[in-house]
């Protein structure tokens, strides 16, 4: 029973393992036989060629294992074994490049050092050359062409309906999360087939109520794993990727795990839909990325990001926009900071956090009041998402958007001083503290004047709106796990973490 749980849930991952160590055999084998071959072979002496014979197999066998083991653990350091496979195309040559080579160093060294003794000219340096060389083809081919006949695009289907007839498909990316649950119904409301990919962390809950429309699709499964975005990017139009750890806390729990997630499962998601032809994708970003400044924000305005979150997702969207061509047209959204209730609830965005505290505590507590922050609705974001989906794409091509209003800058201790006067009787305490050094005050101009977005619910209407789903017992804790990004990520590590003691402790 062990045996068929860690097949079901490594089986894919044990399967590359073993094909690299068939893989490295082969070559050391094949580069012996040619070595004999080429220059063993035409000895007149029949006992010498069987002496030379023991010795290659005597050395075969000696570091054939040593071999085995070391090329697992160096492509496994190497992140190739990885859940999140981010190595694709030129750069995962050159990661299996460096994994290989360092096997050979490494072993190399063992059987210089360790084994010559017992082995005088057993194993030229020549064979390991040209095994480095076959291990390499081997290697970086197998994955070049699995990778090639992987993210293939089957043909697309072709139109027989008027253009003004056909339903364009979106796929939403995290669609069960905070942005993409509200999204969903949008874009459903509007018109569109909705296909969302997502793991399903928040449980269906979110999405329960329009699970069974006629235009939805779910497939539950990780946007890190290539097999899965390659099977839900067939067949579609428009991509949102919502999928990230989100915010500087989450971020900063695992960063080998953000930059999988944030960096690594977007350069692959832009490669996949490159390859399907969808017609635009678009990238949900942060206004995290303007990290402290003191002037007035805009997209031209230089990036200084402050933390982790805002690191990877800027290398996402410099990623994104130099793959823009003729065929592929990324759009950034730089969402300002974020709040409203929504089908998957979320308490530790300020706003949101500030309201549940008024509510259930009667006080809040603000730390460092004088920073700035943008703030936009939940429903506002989803709207101007369906903006840019809207409009032309030779508006919209290659562009970045800051997503907001420019009348939602506000200070932190505005922010607490409007919660107490929309929920009475709440007590303001304000505190200076290290800490969080974001301080931002960002414009909304272009996304204003270039697609018509502005926002329509303002932070009083945002505030009662979690007030009044307290008093309709839809919140039970605000404190709670299951409303905190923070919580949900050192859940899905430790369960991560456990699995793989289980399964190395079960190969033992």
């Not at 070049?144 to 939403?172: G, H």
Request: charged share 25%.
């Amino acid at each position: 029973m062990k045996l068929i749980h860690l097949l079901q849930d490594h089986g894919a991952t044990i399967i590359r393992m073993l094909a690299d160590v068939v893989m490295v055999n082969i070559a050391l084998l094949l580069s012996l036989w040619l070595r004999f071959w080429l220059l063993d072979l035409g000895s007149p002496d029949g006992d010498s060629l069987v002496k030379v014979l023991a010795a290659y197999q005597h050395a075969y066998m000696l570091n054939a294992p040593i071999f085995s083991v070391v090329i697992v653990l160096i492509f496994g350091l190497n992140g190739i074994y990885a859940r999140a496979p981010g190595y694709v195309g030129k750069f995962k040559l050159l990661v299996v490049f460096q994994a290989v080579t360092v096997t050979f160093l490494l072993c190399g060294t063992i059987h210089y050092f360790v084994w010559q003794g017992q082995l005088p000219n057993a194993f030229p340096r020549g064979v390991l050359l040209l095994a480095w060389v076959f291990t390499l083809v081997f290697a970086g081919g197998v994955r070049l062409t699995k990778d090639i006949i992987v993210s293939a695009p089957s043909p697309r289907p072709r139109r027989t309906v008027r253009p003004d007839q056909w339903t364009e498909r979106v796929l939403v990316i995290g669609g069960c999360g905070y942005i993409g649950a509200v999204l969903c119904r949008k874009l459903l409301d509007e018109g569109y087939k909705v296909r969302v990919l997502d793991n399903l962390m928040f449980g269906l809950d979110p999405i329960r109520d329009i699970a069974e429309h006629e235009n939805f699709e779910l497939e539950k499964g990780d946007f890190r794993n290539i097999e899965r975005v390659v099977q839900t990017m067939k067949d579609v139009d428009k991509v949102v990727h919502l999928g990230a750890i989100v915010g500087d806390p989450a971020c900063a729990i695992d960063s080998e795990f953000t930059i999988a997630v944030n960096f690594a499962a977007t350069r692959m998601i832009a490669e996949v839909a490159k390859g399907y032809g969808v017609e635009r994708l678009l990238f949900a970003s942060t206004c995290s990325v303007y990290g402290a400044a003191d002037v007035l924000l805009d997209e031209h305005s230089a990036l200084n990001p402050i933390s982790l979150y805002a690191e990877t997702k800027i290398d996402a969207e410099a990623t994104l926009l130099k793959a823009t061509d003729a065929d592929f047209s990324p759009v950034v959204l730089r969402f300002a900071t974020l709040f409203g209730f929504a089908p998957r609830p979320r308490f530790d965005l300020v706003v949101n956090l500030f309201a549940g505290q008024a509510h259930k505590d009667k006080k809040i507590t603000i730390i460092n009041g004088e920073q700035w922050r943008p703030f936009v609705h939940v429903t506002d974001v989803a709207e101007a998402i369906c903006a840019t989906l809207r409009a032309p794409l030779s508006v919209v091509k290659g562009q970045i958007y800051n997503v907001g209003g420019n009348d939602m800058n506000y200070h932190i201790s505005e922010l607490g001083r409007i919660v107490a006067e929309t929920i009475p009787g709440t007590e303001v305490i304000e505190k200076t503290a290290p800490g969080d050094l974001r301080n931002y005050r960002v414009s909304f101009d272009k996304i204003a004047h270039e697609l018509g977005f502005r926002p329509k619910v303002g932070l009083e209407e945002g505030i009662l709106e979690i007030a009044e789903a307290f008093k309709r017992e839809e919140v039970d804790d605000f404190k709670a796990d299951k409303y905190s990004n923070l919580s949900y990520t050192r859940r899905i590590l430790e369960e991560e973490k456990k699995r793989d003691e289980q399964s190395l402790s079960e190969t033992r």
